[in-house]
């Protein structure tokens, strides 16, 4: 059942929600069986820049966010604090969690990583205090184009996927199973995350 409105625990939810998403793909990138394909390209071009990893993570959607210009989207509190906490959160889970060459482990941090993405994605998208960068590309895109969602996503994605993969990032078994579960996932735990005006909960 959705949530009613209290502004603290709504932006304490963001926050922890996209720490905890930053949390998931360092477990990912330390599991070392496949990426996301936002996450491909951020360790592809990680390979080449000779920046962190967190850094490469804020400075594309900081990219992302200057497409959103000509497609007439507007960031909201979210939005910010997605490229911040994401990006700082990557990188001082990443110094503490090392990367894995045990099977057993490398699967444990795979799974538990994909479930804790959407898990995560759930909780910030559901505070509704303004989609990530690459979220709004994707809704601004469809906007302008006339595409259907599913469409103008995996575009986005298979091109992202590419160049990360050209560019020397991991792709494997995990992007395979954070391809086919994230949606999934993120439903289920939306319905558990989303917040909702608490004049409605009081017509209801």
Known sequence: MPLAVHPTAR?????VGLALYGTSMAMMTRAGLGLSPWDVLHEGLTVH????????????????LLAWVPLRQRPGLGTLANVVVIAVTV????????????????????????VLNGVAT????????GPGPRDGLMTGLV???????????????????LTGWLLGGTVGVGTVLYALSIGTLTQFFL??????????????
Do not use: K, N
């Open 11 to 15: 932006l304490t939810q963001l926050i």
């Open 49 to 64: 820049a000779g920046l962190s990893f967190g850094a490469i993570t804020a400075i594309t959607s900081g990219v992302v």
């Open 91 to 114: 990188d001082l889970v990443r110094l503490v969690l090392p990367e894995q060459h045990e099977l057993g482990w490398q699967i444990a941090l795979l799974v538990g990583g994909v």
């Open 122 to 129: 759930a909780a910030y998208i559901g505070v509704r205090l």
């Open 143 to 161: 906007m302008t184009t006339g595409r259907s969602v599913q469409v103008v996503r995996t575009a986005i994605e298979a091109g992202v996927l």
């Open 191 to 204: 319905a558990r995350t989303t917040w909702r005006d608490r004049s409605a909960s009081c017509v209801a």
